[in-house]
């Protein structure tokens, strides 16, 4: 009788070998569309358009990431600070909201 170990990698195995022969059967049997022009292009309905360069607000951008950062940090500390419930971890996210609701207003003083 196989060990633990030895079972979990042949199960692993043999269900990698299914799914790859399910997976090559599937893809003799599947129909076979024809390749025309329209299929190939880059857009479904067959417009040509001309490229253009996507316009990137990078001062909205860095707003965001500061956003998320200080939402993330104050979650995780937080979520880190649950086993002394009380005044501090309340305080501590009252503080981080208040910060990150004037960021947006600093540039303009």
């Known amino acids: 009788m196989p060990s633990g170990g030895l079972e979990i990698a ?3 195995l043999l269900a990698l070998v299914v799914a790859v022969v399910f997976y090559l059967i599937g893809g ?3 129909p076979k569309g024809e390749k025309t022009s329209g299929k190939l292009s880059s ?3 067959g ?3 001309r490229p253009i360069r996507p316009r ?3 001062g909205r951008f860095f707003v965001y990431l500061v956003l998320f950062l200080a939402f993330d940090v104050a979650v995780f500390l937080t979520a880190a600070s649950m086993r002394r419930p ?3 971890p309340a305080l501590y996210l ?6 990150v609701a004037l960021l947006p207003h600093v540039g303009e003083a």
């Open 10 to 12: 042949l199960t692993f």
């Open 28 to 30: 003799l049997l599947a």
């Open 43 to 45: 857009y479904a309905c």
């Open 47 to 49: 417009e040509d358009l």
């Open 56 to 58: 990137l607000n990078v």
């Open 86 to 88: 009380g005044l501090y």
């Open 94 to 99: 009252v503080i981080s909201l208040l910060a």
